[in-house]
């Protein structure tokens, strides 16, 4: 009775990995948990920002993977969102910039609008994966004509 029972559920798990449809690649990323969150606003946004383990993209080329020459070691997402409404802002890409702890700023190149990849569980924001090692940061984050700066962005690890 056992050996019947064993192949019945085998034949079942063959028959439901044949046709059940095949699921479209992921991204790989650390849990939430694992991203650290800063928000401030301006005068109609409300900005923040999410920095985290780097997102791996099985089927997209859109993600940076060096970055200042090394290899990136975060993802860094801005969500835009509007003061009064409280809703998401999806139409303006916003500029950002980093200023690193020996005070060299940059402007990121690629930041990008992440809505098809589904690696975030989280609503749809912009991105992308950097290179920051351990240190104190300085990130301002333009949308349109008005500018928000978080000071004392404090990464560890990587």
């Known amino acids: 009775m056992a050996k019947k029972l064993l192949a019945t559920n085998a034949l079942l798990m063959t028959v439901l990995f ?16 694992e991203f650290e969150e800063w928000t401030t606003q301006t005068t109609s946004y409300t900005i923040k920002i999410r920095i985290g ?15 200042q020459g090394k ?10 969102f509007s003061r ?3 809703a998401e802002i999806k139409d303006v890409v916003p500029i950002v910039k980093v200023t690193a702890p020996d005070g060299r700023s940059r402007q990121l190149s ?19 994966n950097v290179y920051l ?6 990130i301002s984050v333009t949308v349109g004509k008005e500018t928000a700066v978080l000071r ?7």
């Open 152 to 158: 004392n962005i404090g990464l560890k690890g990587n």
């Open 110 to 128: 690629n930041v990008t609008a992440c809505r098809v990849a589904r690696h975030r569980e989280t609503e749809p924001h912009f991105g992308d």
């Open 18 to 33: 044949v046709l059940l449809p095949a699921q479209p690649a992921a991204a790989q990323m650390g849990a939430p948990s």
């Open 133 to 138: 090692p351990t240190g104190i940061y300085t």
């Open 71 to 80: 290899p990136v070691n975060r993802h860094l997402e801005v969500h835009i």
């Open 53 to 67: 383990p780097k997102v791996s993209m099985a089927m997209s080329s859109a993600m940076t993977v060096t970055d």
């Open 84 to 86: 009064r409404s409280g």
